[in-house]
């Protein structure tokens, strides 16, 4: 396969391509800058003419997610930064690092808190908005509450346009929309984990205060998420049952 700068989005076996895009490593912003803007590069232009893109991605209760986090952190976990937006980096002073050397293993809740440039707060919102309409990371641009209230609007917008999107706490609902979406079988079925890394955090009340409060993006975003994933839900139920 040939190599390109975000030779990573594409393959060329599979025309009907789904991409997930919460994944700690990429983002909307430079998935969509990797797939329309670099179209000098001949693979590139060869997969937008020829290839049908299907975005997908899966969403998580914003507390759990980030106590998720928080401990594959602690146990030694860091990413490449891979924050493009408009052709560029974020720059150390628009992110800086919440830790000095290779890693933050080790780190303890309240430490992970209190960094307040830390990108896992308000991840999925981050991930799922078009930070070109918010200067990307400059937050000098505008005030706080109305970069917020864009960051969120554009997550919505771009959620409801996915092709797919499931939610991590309904595995079964999520398997079933998938398949009826698709027109695809699982050979193995979804499975809801009770005990995960989260669920083992023994964060106080006032720690998941907190969380709450960082992430309220994420909040807000994950409720109207699942009022939308409840009614693709219901609508395909319906429309199953009516068709048997």
């Known amino acids: 396969m040939p190599t390109f700068p975000c030779h990573d989005y594409y393959m060329s076996s599979i025309c009907n391509l789904v991409f997930l895009l919460l994944g700690v490593q990429k983002i909307c912003s430079h998935l969509f800058t990797c797939l ?4 000098n590069n001949p693979f ?6 020829v290839c049908r893109y299907l975005y997908i991605t ?21 990413w490449p930064s891979k924050n493009m937006c408009d052709g560029r980096l974020p720059t150390s002073q628009e992110v800086p690092l919440c830790y000095k050397g290779e890693n933050w293993v080790g780190v303890t ?12 707060n308000n991840r999925q919102t981050r991930m799922l908005a078009d930070l070109s309409l918010v200067g990307c990371y400059n937050l000098t641009k505008m005030s706080l509450e109305d970069r917020n209230w ?3 609007e554009s997550a919505r917008r771009n959620l409801r346009r996915l092709a797919y999107f499931g939610l991590t706490e309904y595995q079964v609902e999520s398997q079933y929309l998938f398949e009826e979406i698709f027109d695809m079988k699982f050979h ?12 083992r955090s023994t964060a106080t009340p006032k720690q998941l205060e907190r969380i709450a409060k960082l992430n ?5 975003l994950y409720e109207y998420a699942k009022a939308l994933f409840l009614q693709r839900l219901n609508y395909l139920s319906r429309k199953s049952s009516d068709s048997n």
Not at 36 to 39: A, M, R, S, V
Not at 59 to 74: F, G
Request: net charge negative; aromatic share 12%.
């Open 36 to 39: 329309f803007i670099e179209t």
């Open 44 to 49: 590139a232009m060869f997969l937008l003419l």
């Open 58 to 78: 899966q969403l998580r209760d914003p507390i759990a997610r980030y106590l998720s986090e928080w401990r594959h952190v602690q146990r030694g976990a860091t």
């Open 109 to 120: 809740l309240d430490q992970f808190l209190d960094c307040k440039w830390n990108m896992a």
């Open 150 to 152: 864009l960051m969120l």
């Open 188 to 199: 193995t079925p979804f499975e809801q984990l009770e005990e995960t890394h989260a669920s």
């Open 216 to 220: 309220a993006l994420d909040v807000e």
